[in-house]
Each structure stands twice: as structure tokens, then as C-alpha cells.
């Protein structure tokens, strides 16, 4: 009885979470739904695209040639593009006063999609601490270990892991019915209220969605520092501290999302009279996401900053576009008019 009670509870929180936004004690979660994550995601989606765009412009020029790491960041600058992608729909919906007029077939699809995309990030980034830690660990085998066809199979198995991992968002996403404001929302498994199948399976996505990419990532790391110490390369030592950094973006970026969102769900059973406690671990996951979301506009930075041949070629591409830009069709003859009137003068 008790706990049909405490179902009962938790689904009448949740139905004003989704559906109430102007109850009491909902301000400040209002301001994030309603606000905070369409702005956020807004601004992600205006820098995003075209850093992404840009990156994936250069890395396919370079695609042709036998390097793995270009596969690998053209494989992660894809998946940033798909999840951006998927924003402009989240915009409209937070925008909307979180109502959402497109079915329950493209609510789970954009869901499912979301997640999947997001994880790839994480997998892509591990593939290219990977790919760097065999050039540096084993250079000599390198190429044998990690050729340019197994590193194909690997990206295409990581996006089928990737989706089919995602696939219970989809299954977990449902359309709530608000009778109150006539309004459709489409909700987000971590706030549906299950929290027996939605934590277990946020648990198991932590575990082989951050846990393990973080540990192989630390180790490359880690391996990688043993072995430069034993070489005077200033290069490659410069390699080290980039994966370093890396490996503590990895970990400020996706270390506080997931203890968030695996608290947030399981905050119900753990405080299950205290709807205040729901709100809060609510209210930090939903902050969460809004600093994940930046990771869309970091890794092309990432990509930039530790492939040094990369880094060349946006800046030569940049530089040619600004070129292109300052020195217009219209004015090109007149400008080589001018400068050969100077020179007749100066030899005069």
C-alpha cells in the first residue's frame, strides 16, 4: 500500500514537472526548462554547426589518405553534426512552453537520436586517445595493430553500438497528455517517474558509455607519459599534455552529467518524501545538460588542437577564405591597374 502510494506520489510530481510549470516551488525549474536549455542549446546550435561543418570540410579533403586519425575525427565531427541536428526540434519544444506537436513516433525517434549521438562523441574521442597512444606506446606496430580497415570496422561498430544502445530511450519515451493546458509534452526518461527500468538502464550506460571510454582513456594517458619519459621529443611531450588536458575535459564535461542524471532518477526512492530533493537533483541534471552541450562545439576545437597537420589546414583554409573575401572579382583589375601605375611612377 505504501508504495502504491509513493508511485502515486511520484507520478503526480512528475505530471506537474512536465505539464505545471507555473506551480509553486517550480520557479526556478521553469526558468531552466523554459529558458536556460533552449538558449543554451540555441547558442550551441549557432556555434556548433559551422565550426563542425568546417571541420568536417578539411577532414574530407584529407579522408583519402591512409590516416586513422582523420577517420576518427571525421567520424566525430559527423556525429556532433547529427546531434546538432536534432536541437532545432528541443528548441521549438522548450520554446513552445515544453508542448510538442510532432507524434510519439518523432518524439521517441529524437530522443533515441540524441542519446546516441551524444555517446558517439564520447567513443570517437576514446578512438582517437587510442589511436595516439598506439603511435606513441607502439610505434612500430601501429600499423599492423590498427589498420586503416580495421579502424573503418571499428568506427561502423561503434556507431551501431551506439544506436543500438540508444534504442530503450525509445522505448522509455512516452507523450504525456496535460488535460489542464490541453498541451502534448514529450518526456524525457530520466523524468518519466520509472525509476526501477530508467536507472538501471542509466547505470548501464554510465558504465559503458563514460566509465569504461574514461578508464581506456586514462590508461592511453597514462602509458603514453611513462613512455615520452624516456624520449627527449619535445613534440611528442607536447602530444602528452594535450591528451592530459583532453582527459580532463572528458572528465569535467561528462563526470557531473552522469552522477546527476543517475541521481536525479534515483532521488524519488531515496528521499520519497521529499519532492523538494526531486527538484533540486532535477534542477542540477537539467544545468548538466546545458554544459554537456557545449562538448558539439569543444571537439572540433579538440580536433584542431591535437592534430597538428589538421590545425594547418583550417588555418590555410581560413586564411584563403579571408583572402578570397577582402580581394573582390569586381576590384581585382583595378587593383592590378593601380599597383602597375605606381610602378610606372616609381621608375619615372
Known sequence: MSSEMDSNHTAAYYEAFSCNMTSPGQGAMRIVQLFLIPCVFLAVLVLGVPLNILSLWV???RLARNNRSTLF???LALADV???MALPFLIQFHFSGME???GLLFCKLIRMLYHSYFYLSIFFVTCVSVDRYLAIVHPVHSPVLLTRQR?????ITVWVFAIVMSIPVAQLTYLSDCQNDN???CSLYIFNGTVKHS????????????LLPFIVLSYCYICSVCQLRRRVDPRLRGLACELGAAMVLFGLFYLPYHLSRNVAIAMPSLTPDDPWAWEMADLVFSIEMCVCSFTSCTNPLFSCFVGRTLRREISSTLTKLRKKHRVEPGHEEDSKTEESRVSVKAKS
Not at 579502424?151 to 568506427?155: E, K, R, S
Not at 536507472?199 to 563514460?210: E, H, K, N, P, V
Open 59 to 61: 577532414l574530407s579533403r
Open 73 to 75: 575525427f571525421h567520424n
Open 82 to 84: 547529427s546531434w546538432l
Open 100 to 102: 510538442w506537436s510532432l
Open 151 to 155: 579502424a573503418i570496422m571499428l568506427c
Open 183 to 185: 498541451k502534448t509534452v
Open 199 to 210: 536507472l538501471t538502464y542509466s547505470i548501464c550506460c554510465t558504465c559503458a558509455g563514460f
